[in-house]
């Protein structure tokens, strides 16, 4: 005969601890026509963004203006992304390193953006990566050195 313990239900809550990373935030990045803070036309603000591996990042579009959100540098097992054009994509960062994002559409225009999970474990590759980068940019070209500088 089997026995069930009459207290399963002790456990449950510890079940769901395991279930969801403790403490995992939600961060925004907005995209916009024009900046708020004064970085120019076509940009992600902010465009430099430091989370905790498990955080969620919700690109929103703050302006209709064509705009979207593609991966173009993750760190090793990263999965990519690409949001929808006009639509909110919500990304959950799984993996430490530095990540680059674009907007597909407004590229020539350096609408990029970085995040840093943790640890820049891949900044050499990073670095070699926004030199590359920068050679479609038609204007701003100095806006993804910017925020890559702020990586620690």
Known sequence: MKTRSKHWWLALPLACAFSAPAGAAEHVIHMLNTSKTGQ??????????????????????????G????????????KAWKGGT???????????GVYFYECFPHRVMAMVGVIQAGKPVNLADAKAAADKAKTAFAMNKDRLDKALAQVQ
């Open 67 to 78: 705009h979207n959100s593609v991966s173009t540098l993750l760190p090793p097992g990263a």
């Open 40 to 65: 120019g036309n076509m940009v992600f603000e902010p465009a430099y963004l430091k989370v905790a591996v498990g955080d969620t990042v919700v690109f929103k579009p703050a302006d209709k203006g």
């Open 86 to 96: 006009d639509a909110e994509l919500k990304v959950v960062i799984e993996k430490e």
